[in-house]
Nanobody
Framework: QVQLVESGGGLAQPGGSLRLSCAASGINFRIGAAAWYRQAPGKQRELVAVITSGGSTNYVDSVKGQFTINRDIAKNTVYLQMNSLKPEDAAVYYC?????????WGQGTQVTVSS
């Protein structure tokens, strides 16, 4: 059974930083891609960052240079380092992992950016 557990969300001030974590069980990030999505109220879920099984990364234009996705293979955990946070970054952030032909989701973690 695949389980993705996100943590690290919370309240940050504009310009602040947060690091999200996605700990996986039942799936191996070494052989499957992982990604972070976000969904703000009233908006569609959007892809924020992806890391392939080979370690290549890609980002939506709006977070390039601001967010960094990386992983710890030994811990089977994927991270999203978010710097210089803006109010428009506020959303529920979801971890996604690909395993074979299936896609798995975490429960989401809330990120609030406010002074």
């Amino acid at each position: 059974q695949v389980q993705l557990v996100e943590s690290g969300g919370g309240l940050a001030q504009p310009g602040g930083s947060l690091r999200l974590s996605c700990a996986a069980s039942g799936i191996n990030f070494r052989i499957g891609a992982a990604a972070w999505y976000r969904q703000a109220p009233g908006k569609q879920r959007e892809l924020v960052a992806v890391i392939t099984s080979g370690g290549s990364t890609n980002y939506v234009d709006s977070v390039k240079g601001q967010f960094t996705i990386n992983r710890d293979i030994a811990k089977n955990t994927v991270y999203l380092q978010m710097n210089s946070l803006k109010p428009e970054d506020a959303a529920v952030y979801y971890c996604n992992a690909l395993g074979g032909s299936k896609s798995y989701w975490g429960q989401g973690t809330q990120v609030t950016v406010s002074s």
